[in-house]
């Protein structure tokens, strides 16, 4: 068999393309390299998807609790959202058993309030004796209570007991603070011997 040469012609003439345009070659190479490390570029930082954090509505939702005792089907501590209000609490308890004091009820509590983190609710028996302002566990309800009981209290004079009087109704204990009713100091001293309802 005849090996055959390379025809030297033909490598001849390639080199001879080479040469001529070898800086074109090498920037049209170039420019193929740069595209292609854009495109991938492009393709692996858009397929990446954005994180999301999912939170649950229950996680977000501030937790409260209260105390009911008294004349309630099923008194105890209730773990709450914050947004309970008095109303939905008496339901989940099983409402007022049946020698409950509906009149003293009706009269004292307010049914659409919003519950707050800590507090005691007492619910009278009938024919139970309760005091005007003092609730069964002898906290004075500041939204009840006369100028008298309220001058009870350390660091609430006369004129204290009138700013509370005039600035009724209250949601929590702490909008006498809010409301700049009584300083930070007066507060911390009554804050375990107050209540609202």
Sequence with gaps: MKESKPDVKTGF???EILNKYRKQFFLALGGLVLVAVGLLSFLLTSQKEPEIE???SEEREEKIFVYLEGAIEKPGVY???AETRL???LIRAGGLSALADREW???NLNLAQK???GVKIYLPFQGEKTKEGEDKSGKININKASSSQLDTLWGIGEKRAADIIKNRPYQ???ELLTKKIIPQNVFEEIKDEITVY
């Design 79 to 81: 773990e709450l959202t």
């Design 13 to 15: 003439l390639m080199e």
């Design 54 to 56: 999912i939170i649950s």
């Design 87 to 89: 109303n939905d609490l």
């Design 115 to 117: 519950l707050t983190d």
């Design 105 to 107: 009820v009706s009269q």
């Design 172 to 174: 929590s204990i702490e």
